[in-house]
Structures are given as structure tokens and as C-alpha cells.
């Protein structure tokens, strides 16, 4: 399978606790990103990184969240001291840019619950 | 900021219908627009990409339309069935602060086809 992988695609923890997620982008893609979506809203952008690079943070981007992407391969999305308003499916996406096309393909996120 | 739109937020149809589906984006600097699927607490597949110059793609019984100047798209279905009910997502691609370009979501259409 070619395609984006997350893990874990489940993940549920107590309030307080630190929490680590992984993305693995389609092996060609440069570019990766990580989304949120909440129920009943669509995905919000949290970051953006070109190779390792991180070029881009949202203001949703708390310092509790920290995202990391060595060697320009895989990504980990890491909350600190989670709290129950970070229950949320957490998306991550990679695209490689052709021409003036950004099309991003998604995996099958990790939905969080913090009890 | 970008803001985008989606009408209706939910729509119930029986199977055979052709239906429309309404987006609207509030700044026109777009890079292109796609439309996603999601189905039930999974991740997001890419059903059709229109780049800012194109005016529409179709994909099977699917086509999407961009009217860039008005900030407008619909994605037509033709002859829907059951196994289209999942929720739609509209999508544009911009310039984020730092120049990098990011996906910025509707909040969707939930679409229920009765057979």
C-alpha cells in the first residue's frame, strides 16, 4: 500500500497525559501536513513542513504541540499534557508539487479522546 | 482571511436523484478547489482537483464546476446511490502568512441516499 498511514488510528488517554502520533507520507511526497477536525467541522491546518523543515504553524498550534519531521521521512505530532478539548481526529496529508497542483492526499487519521 | 461556505449541511435523497452540492470561498487568491469524501469516523479521499485556470473536472458520475471570480463551485452527482451517503468536503488551496500553501475546509455536506 502506496498510500499515507497514520498511527495509531485510536487513541484514548487521560487528561494530563502526553500523547504521540505518527504519519507516514507517500514515499515520493515532500511535503507534509497535519490537520485537525473536530465532529461536525471541517479539518483546520495545524502545520506544514517542506522535507524537515517546518515552514508553517497555525495559532492552533499551542505550545503544548509539537510536531517534528527528521530525515524529511515520517512526521510525530506530540501533545503535552493533554486536556478533553483536544479530542479530535487528527489528520495527517502529503503532497508533492507539480506544476501549479497541490493536491494533498489524506490518511486515515487518529482519533484522540482524552477522558 | 479565507472563509468557506458549504449549502446544504445536510441533504436527503432517494437513490436514482441527481443532486447538487454548493460551495462558496470568500477570497478568489485560490491555488485550486477540491472535493473530498469522508465516510463515518474515517480519513478523507480526493474525489476531483479543478486547478484555478479550469473551469470543471468530472470523474464517473461525479462533476465539479469553479466559477474562481464569484468564489463559487458545485459538485454534481449523477444517478446517486446508496453508497454515496458519506459527507462532502470542499476545499481551497491558498497562501498561508508564510507564502506556503494549505487546505482551507468547508464544514461539509452530509449526504444520505435511501434506496
Known amino acids: 500500500d502506496t498510500g499515507v498511514s497514520q498511527d495509531p488510528r485510536h487513541k484514548i488517554t487521560k487528561r494530563g497525559q502526553n500523547v504521540t502520533f505518527r504519519c507516514d507520507p507517500i514515499s515520493e511526497h515532500n511535503r507534509l501536513y497535519w490537520y485537525r477536525q473536530t465532529l461536525g467541522q471541517g479539518p483546520e491546518f495545524l502545520t506544514y513542513f517542506q522535507n524537515e523543515a517546518q515552514l508553517e504553524k497555525s495559532r492552533l498550534l499551542s505550545d503544548r504541540f509539537s510536531a517534528e519531521r527528521p530525515k524529511g521521512s515520517f512526521s510525530t505530532l506530540e501533545i503535552q499534557r493533554t486536556e478533553q478539548g483536544d479530542s479530535a481526529m487528527y489528520l495527517c496529508?502529503?503532497?508533492?508539487?507539480?506544476?501549479?497542483?497541490?493536491?494533498?492526499?489524506f490518511g486515515p487519521g487518529t482519533r484522540l479522546t482524552v477522558t | 482571511k479565507q472563509e468557506v461556505t458549504q449549502i446544504p449541511a445536510a441533504l436527503s435523497v432517494p437513490e436514482g436523484e441527481n443532486l447538487v452540492l454548493n460551495c462558496s470561498f470568500t477570497?478568489?487568491?485560490?491555488?485550486?478547489l477540491q472535493w473530498f469524501r469522508q465516510d463515518p469516523g474515517k480519513g478523507l479521499t480526493s474525489l476531483l482537483l479543478?486547478?484555478?485556470?479550469?473551469r470543471e473536472q468530472t470523474s464517473g458520475r461525479l462533476n465539479a464546476s469553479l466559477d474562481k471570480s464569484s468564489g463559487r463551485s458545485t459538485l454534481y452527482i449523477a444517478a446517486s446511490q446508496p453508497g454515496d451517503s458519506a459527507t462532502y468536503l470542499c476545499a481551497v488551496t491558498v497562501k498561508g502568512v508564510s507564502g506556503y500553501s494549505t487546505l482551507t475546509f468547508g464544514k461539509g455536506t452530509m449526504l444520505l441516499v435511501s434506496p
Open positions: 496529508a502529503s503532497s508533492l508539487r507539480t506544476g501549479d497542483l497541490y493536491e494533498q492526499y
Open positions: 477570497d478568489s487568491a485560490i491555488y485550486n
Open positions: 479543478i486547478q484555478s485556470s479550469q
